[in-house]
């Protein structure tokens, strides 16, 4: 397994461990049995199946329509990739989270990450399956990682999904800022 998943789950679980001890990370107020089954589920079939099936499938895709572009920004600068995915990964993905509260039909496969009473990593990845296949910024990061830029993913990946877990966490780790 790759350091960056690794650590991904790492910070994941060391969230819900601090809510389990905390703030109950399976006994939040009004929680349903439902509710579990929905965030087990979605969890397990966003991280295991369906995001690395999307980025998976831009990289086989553009290896057919454009395999001449396989690994073309090696080799440029760290920051400029970070920005790279910065723009094309957390931007776009900002604007089709927007898109999903302002399209009925989006948002029908967004509802279930509001649908809950509470707050807590659970939610992270609480979503219809098919938000994440149609997610932009997942086929744009795909697309990134084909030009060449998986060494800067590794690396913006655990941030990303770090801020993304504690924006999501219960846990009041940022009143003192």
């Known amino acids: 397994m790759n350091p960056e998943i690794i650590a991904i789950f790492g910070i994941y679980f060391g969230f819900a461990l601090i809510e389990a001890f905390r ?13 579990a089954i929905v965030e087990i589920v979605s969890t397990v079939a966003t991280l295991g199946i369906t995001q690395p099936f999307v980025v998976a ?9 454009l395999p001449q572009y396989a690994g073309a920004l090696t080799g440029i600068n760290y920051f400029a990739g970070f920005l790279l995915f910065l723009i094309f990964d957390d931007f776009v993905n900002y604007l089709y989270h927007r898109a999903a509260h302002s399209n009925a039909w989006l948002y029908g496969l967004h509802r279930a990450h509001h649908s809950g009473e509470y707050m807590g990593v659970r939610v992270l990845f609480r979503n219809n399956v098919f938000y994440y296949l149609l997610a932009p910024h997942l086929w744009a990061s795909g697309t990134l990682i084909y030009l060449g830029l998986g060494w800067v993913y590794a690396s913006y990946l655990v941030i990303r999904v770090t801020v993304s877990i504690a924006s999501h966490s219960d846990v009041c780790w940022d009143r003192p800022l």
């Open 57 to 65: 499938m831009s990289a086989v895709a553009l290896g057919v329509l």
């Open 23 to 35: 703030t109950g990370l399976f006994r939040k107020p009004n929680q349903t049995r439902d509710d």
